[in-house]
């Protein structure tokens, strides 16, 4: 069964940096792509980032671009998002999901309802 963990959350000043990743099992890796969404407490489920674990292109929200960067281990079937530069209102709980797709039609992909998976959460707290 396809299973997705997300881990590296935190409590973090503002300015530092976390790494969260999503390690992932069950499916063909290669073949899907995993994005990164985030959901403050009384907000709504947000899209932050995706990439296509095939050839690696990733898509980013304005809200994080430029500080957040996404990357990808095949050989673990992981997909890391490494945040930098963070503020408190990056605060909020951070969910990895996955669907199937290439990535031309993943970059149109940023809504919570179009991905499959989802691991459970982590949190992110900055303070400021």
């Known amino acids: 069964d396809v299973q997705l963990q997300a881990s590296g959350g935190g409590l973090v000043q503002e300015g530092g940096s976390l790494r969260l990743s999503c390690a992932t099992s069950?499916?063909?890796?290669?073949?899907?792509?995993t994005a990164w969404f985030r959901q403050a407490p009384g907000g709504e489920r947000e899209w932050i980032a995706l990439?296509?674990?095939?050839?690696?292109?990733?898509h980013y929200a304005d809200s994080v671009k430029d500080r957040f960067t996404l990357s990808r281990d095949n050989s673990k079937n992981t997909v890391y998002l490494q945040m930098n530069s963070l503020k408190s209102e990056d605060s909020a709980v951070y969910y990895c999901?996955?669907?199937?797709?290439?990535?031309?039609?993943?970059?149109?992909?940023?809504?919570?309802?179009?991905?499959?998976?989802w691991g459970q959460g982590t949190q992110v707290t900055v303070s400021s």
């Open positions: 990439i296509s674990s095939n050839d690696g292109g990733t």
């Open positions: 999901a996955t669907v199937r797709a290439a990535f031309i039609t993943l970059t149109t992909m940023t809504h919570a309802h179009e991905y499959d998976y």
């Open positions: 069950g499916f063909t890796f290669d073949d899907y792509g």
